[in-house]
């Protein structure tokens, strides 16, 4: 399934330990980039959120944050670490000389120290692999948001290359008339110089004029990408983005190369409609994973 690389999701879960909320917010990135706001003492899970990751999401710049609140009857409880406080009094007491108008000891900035006090809580292991499992679950949520948004982006994508098969089909249609066009004005041009018309001359030119006014090629290679794209919508497993942006860059070529054989005002439209089509896609396709 096509998949936006922009998405948001939001888990909150109530334990007998307290209230935690992940949010996840998702937008492009050529590569697979995480980052994680982690409250201090979860930031060893950086790994294992990682791992995580990799199982739903191949490409974009992820923004994970945790927010974690404490249960109150866990915080009526606490032990002091009292050999940990000791050990941060002599430290002070052993700078002390080293320094100048040293303000004594503060007792309740030992005790913020981190460590000191030592809350009574759950089986810290318990607790992150609760926090592990409540990850994945909002990571399904940003997967599903992802796989809405790709499926929007891909319905406006295939609205525009039906207009792009059509712009092919206006072109091809055309071509006669527009040599036609042509083989007159070289008539007109002789008329109005009063040169008398040579057919050979007259069918060499013409010749010419088709050769370089020849974009069957192109419009060829224009609808194969065409049915390349919708293909790769189709068949393709995993992140077609990077896919999807190269023939993007392949039918801007064959749109170009139409702008520069255009021998009518006409042909010279449908390759800036054809850019412009191409440039709506490829922003849209910017976006997909």
Known sequence: MTCSMTAFARFEAQESWGTLSWEIRSVNHRFLEPHFRLPEGFRDLEFALRERIRKFVSRGKLECQLRYEIAPGLLEEFTVNEAL??????????????????????ILGVLQWPGVIQANEVDRDTMKQTLLTHFEAALKQLVEHRQREGK?????????????????????????????????????????????????????????????????EEMDRLQTHVTEVQHTFKKQKGAIGRRLDFLMQEMNREANTLASKSISTSATQSAVNLKVLIEQIREQVQNIE
């Open 152 to 216: 929007e982006l891909q319905q406006h994508i295939e609205q525009r290359l039906a207009s792009i098969s059509e712009e092919v089909t206006n072109v091809r249609q055309a071509m006669p008339e527009i040599l036609e066009q042509q083989r007159q004005k070289i008539l007109q041009r002789f008329e109005e110089l009063k040169l008398e018309l040579d057919p050979t001359r007259l069918e060499q030119e013409m010749v010419m004029i088709t050769q370089r006014a020849d974009v069957d």
């Open 85 to 106: 406080a000791e050990k941060l009094a002599n430290t002070c007491s052993r700078l002390a000389p080293m320094f100048n108008n040293v303000q004594p000891v503060d």
